[in-house]
């Protein structure tokens, strides 16, 4: 059993910064967290950014040059730098791992944007 747990949101003013990480807890191994999500009220969730092999990064356009993510492989903990913040960074954000064809998905920590 996997479970992955966010942490690191919370309310903050337009051009403020946060710092999410997602951390797993019970059997790790093969696991990988990847990506990042969020979903606003009355939207879909969309994604926001991906660690790919080799630590290349990959972001939505909405957050590109604004956000950073990282992976800490001894700890199998995922990072979100979140930089600029805007009022339209409001949303749920979720973290995402696999192993093998298996996804597990986060809580998802609340991140509230003020203008």
Known sequence: QVQLVESGG????????LRL??????TRSGL???????????????????????S???????VKGRF?????YAERTLHLQMNSLKP????????KGRRGEFEFWGQGTQVTVSS
């Open 21 to 26: 990480s997602c951390a797993a807890s019970g």
């Open 68 to 72: 950073t993510i990282s992976r800490d």
């Open 32 to 54: 990988v967290i990847t990506d990042w999500y969020r979903q606003a009220p009355g939207n879909q969730r969309e994604w926001v950014a991906a660690i790919l092999p080799g």
């Open 88 to 95: 339209e960074d409001t949303a749920v954000y979720y973290c």
């Open 10 to 17: 919370g309310l903050v003013q337009a051009g403020g910064s």
């Open 56 to 62: 290349r990064t990959n972001y939505a356009d909405s």
